[in-house]
């Protein structure tokens, strides 16, 4: 089934059933206002969402049309939002770009931060930036939302606490991060909120490209109109998702409702393009000797989807603006 | 006013309001059942809260027993928790006991990180662990819980958003910490979930020893029944709550809930203790040349507290055991 979260003037939104072809929706009820409580609730609410679900797909008429309702992220305030960088690519091209070292457990121990999780965008929302000087950059990825997961679970358990899956622009400010990262401890500053895809769904309706904690289907970005990358998200996602649960999961547990990221879709393949700037900036300066594409500008949309293999759209669309913030 | 979370057998418990005292205390009401539910509608819930402590302080009789009551965390899942390293003696000490540099801006930039907050450990929660090689410590810290934040706020308007102070046990695995730190992304399994004080207070209840967004009053750690430390929290707090509230505002939004950290409590004086055992072991290794005090073992218990100039228990006491997490 597809979820998603409507913007009905509350912090959290109102939960919706989605039908597969994202044209029509339903309220979930009473028992599941929101999708925390339906995650929350899980073993008691699926059953009752995947019946809402089955009538919107085979009822026609029944549910209201989705171009009518505003979506906010699935979860517009999460418990943790963790973001792993998984795609091997993607670490050695940026750290590059920034004159660092890979680190030397690069294919063995999983890159990963612990994000803001408060305020999550949605994926309309406007990237609201105080200052272009910063290095505005996008990065899109895949995301899993978790059931209640217990400490110590191992990788080949892990498929049972994904609930959901999603779409991600993990908003980084490429020139805070090398003084922030300096001092040690990790990403603050340079990460401002993520921005997520309208809909949420379960692995089932990815089918077979859902396969071994990786979804194995192209990641397609757009700057301004233009295809600026469509890289595949599965072969050469290094760690599984089912790794990165078992690796957050080491020494604690996790509430539903944790939100755990693949890192920027990266591909070494370099027709397919890249899923933030900062790579095509770093092949630029290999290429050329000088970078060459400008960070984000006020005016700048970015646009992520990720379409199956006959074509339609899974999660619906991220398409997001950069805009002054309010003084 | 002073208010804690009741176990109630649900995620977020039953909000209540405790006596200056901390011996009676009576439900929040249905408005505000939770204390989330009251930090996002603060404007409005505050003054029925303010109501019901005044009645606590001021009727006899009224309310219930707190000694009844098992208490949570007064939030028992929030949507963030990030943690400072504001105390410049704590920094100098750690570093060296991993043999790190301080970081050249140790003095002008905060060093801060996010934590994850999806589970927090009630007072008495035990803290379960898996391996005594992981090198369990504690972190005794104070901390603000924010009403909604907006981006860019300056320190000198920081106070308007702090809504709640608590005392924090930070628990840390410091043999996980060299090799996380190696991969530039900062903390990740080397912070399990850490322990909250009973009870979260309004920045009145602690009268003139909350002034220039610091809290001026020493901070009573024990092992095992024993002073550990008493630092006072005031003075050698380099960054104070308001200049870390803006800092952290500098790209991003904060929603009501967030909770802050100011960092291991620590003071130059030697004779005020310590507030973790790293400190106490570097101290060790400087004097006599080896580290003597051992990490937390099963069975330990930590003891954190806050008195007032007269004695009285602020926050309640955070007391936890260190237990093997069940295999």
Redesign the interface.
């Known amino acids: 089934m597809k979820l998603g979260t409507k913007q009905n003037g509350t912090?959290d939104g109102q939960l919706m059933v989605v039908s597969r072809d994202l044209k029509r929706c339903v309220e979930a009820g009473a028992q599941t206002p929101t999708l925390q409580s339906a995650l929350?609730s899980w073993t008691g609410s699926a059953q009752a969402l995947q019946k809402l679900s089955d009538r919107l797909n085979g009822e026609p008429g029944f549910g209201s049309d989705t171009s009518q309702v505003t979506w906010k992220a699935p979860l517009p305030?999460?418990?943790?939002w963790?973001d792993a960088?998984s795609y091997i690519h993607h670490i050695l091209l940026v750290r590059k770009a920034r004159n660092?070292e890979p680190?030397?457990?690069l294919r063995t121990?999983p890159?990963?931060?612990?994000?803001?999780?408060?305020?999550l965008l949605g994926p309309k929302d406007d990237i609201?930036l105080?200052d272009t000087s910063?290095g505005c950059d996008f990065e899109s990825e895949v995301a899993v939302i978790l059931g209640d997961t217990p400490?110590?679970v191992k990788a080949e358990d892990a498929h049972k606490y994904v609930r959901l899956l999603c779409l991600v622009n993990d908003v980084s400010?490429r020139n805070?991060i090398p003084?922030e990262?300096?001092?040690?401890?990790?990403?603050?500053?340079?990460k401002?909120?993520s921005g997520f895809s309208p809909f949420a769904v379960t692995p089932d309706e990815l089918g077979d490209a859902w396969q071994g904690g990786r979804i194995h289907l192209p990641l397609e970005t757009k700057l301004n109109g233009s295809i600026f990358g469509n890289p595949d998200a599965g072969p050469e996602m290094h760690f599984s998702f089912f790794e990165l649960i078992a690796?957050?999961a080491?020494?604690?547990?996790?509430?539903a409702?944790?939100i755990l990221g693949s890192g920027t879709v990266s591909n070494e393949d370099r027709s397919r393009g890249s899923s933030c700037l900062a790579e095509r900036r770093m092949i630029e300066q290999i290429d050329h000797g000088k970078m060459e594409t400008p960070f984000l500008s006020y005016g700048d949309t970015i646009r992520i989807e990720m379409r199956d293999a006959a074509g339609k759209n899974i999660f619906g669309t991220i398409e997001q603006k950069v805009v002054p913030?309010k003084?």
């Not at 990262?181 to 340079?190: A, N, P, V």
């Not at 080491?250 to 509430?255: A, E, L, N, Q």
């Open positions: 912090r929350d305030r999460a418990y943790e963790i960088s660092a680190p030397k457990t121990d890159l990963i931060y612990q994000g803001g999780s408060g305020i609201l105080t910063w400490e110590g400010l805070l003084a990262l300096e001092k040690g401890f990790g990403f603050f500053q340079s401002p909120a690796h957050i080491k020494t604690r547990s996790y509430t409702g944790t913030a003084a």
